[in-house]
């Protein structure tokens, strides 16, 4: 194993993810990528004006970049080789669409939600099962 992609967005379970992807590296020699992605706005209406739909955007950029960052400061990812990246677009789709790069596994975390939530709000979890084209492992 050589390159591992984890998805991370500032949450718990991401970072607990995270920690866990940083130890498998570690473990394999391999190097990490962690990727935050940047759903673009979804404003309607009187709201949708482009200065708003900018204010929106770059606020969503800086979110991802301070997961990022946060990330990459947790102690377990001391002396490894670590590339960051922000997608854009919905995170399991942005996911799946870099792990289309010469990676051999994907790691995600899996916030547990109930079904009713599940089917309100999606799983990107779920979801990025469904579309990677690389082995995908989910962190609870």
């Known amino acids: 194993m050589k390159r591992i992609l984890v998805g991370v967005d500032g949450s718990a379970i991401s970072n607990a993810a995270a920690t866990?992807?940083?130890?498998?590296a570690r473990a394999a020699g391999a190097e990490l990528e962690l990727v935050c992605s940047i759903e673009p706005p979804m404003l309607y209406g009187a709201d949708a004006t482009g200065e708003v739909i900018v204010q929106q955007y770059e606020g969503a950029r800086m979110r991802?970049?301070?997961?990022?960052?946060e990330t990459t400061a947790l102690p377990a990812m001391k002396g490894l080789t670590i590339r960051t990246r922000a997608a854009e677009g919905p995170a399991?789709?942005?996911?799946?669409?870099?792990?289309?790069?010469?990676f051999d596994l994907v790691v995600v975390g899996h916030r547990s939600r109930n079904a009713l939530a599940r089917v309100m709000l999606g799983s990107v979890a779920d979801r990025l099962v469904q579309i990677c084209p690389r082995p995908?492992?989910?962190?609870r």
Do not use: T
């Not at 991802?64 to 960052?69: G, I, R, S, T, Y």
């Not at 399991?92 to 010469?102: F, M, Q, S």
């Open 136 to 139: 995908v492992l989910v962190y």
């Open 64 to 69: 991802a970049n301070d997961a990022l960052a």
């Open 20 to 24: 866990f992807a940083a130890n498998l």
């Open 92 to 102: 399991a789709d942005a996911l799946a669409e870099v792990a289309k790069g010469d």
